[in-house]
């Protein structure tokens, strides 16, 4: 568990399905990130996976005792160059209130510190200014513009929708 002044970052529990519901059953929650909106039951069975697994991390905000979104923290292969990911998705009723640059700092700051990360990258589509401001903010840099990197929609004839990413780094 990790804490700040205004959040708790935690694993994931199955009781976290109601708020991961209330966001991720959005359908704006998915013009940056891959995936359509979730039911309840799909939230259930994602809080439940997620509860054993060790990639995804809760974040509540104390005294409200309810999740506000969620972290993806995980090393990426090949093990041994000790990097690590980040990504992360609140719920809209909490962005511009800065937890999640909160929350993503306090990651960070336990993977160089407690899991000794050497590197921690992330990427964002150009077009998620609020992403790239986060990642800006906790002192990561831009690294690069990757053109046509990745899709996560395809268009009426099948064929991928490829959107740009700025990669983003930090080393210990």
């Known amino acids: 568990m990790i ?11 199955k009781t976290d399905a109601q708020d991961l519901f209330e966001y991720l059953s959005l359908p704006d929650t998915y013009l ?28 509540e905000l104390k005294g409200a005792n309810r999740m506000i979104g969620h972290l993806y923290f995980d090393k990426i292969e090949p093990c041994y160059f000790m990097t690590w990911e980040l990504g992360y998705i609140f719920n809209p009723r909490y962005h511009n209130k800065g937890y999640c640059s909160e929350a993503a700092k306090a990651i960070v700051d336990y993977g160089f510190s407690v899991l000794l990360a050497h590197r921690i990258v992330a990427h ?3 077009l998620n200014c609020a992403s790239w401001k986060v990642l800006e903010r906790i002192g990561m840099k831009r690294e690069g513009h990757f053109k046509k990197m990745a899709f996560f929609r395809k268009d009426e004839n099948g064929s991928p929708l490829w959107h740009d990413a700025y990669a983003y780094g930090l080393v210990e």
């Open 32 to 59: 940056f990130e891959p995936g359509e909106p979730i039911s309840l039951e799909e939230a259930h069975a994602l809080a439940s996976e997620r509860s054993s697994g060790g990639s995804f991390f809760a974040v």
């Open 124 to 126: 964002c589509n150009p």
């Open 3 to 13: 804490e700040t002044p205004r959040l708790t970052i935690r694993r994931f529990a």
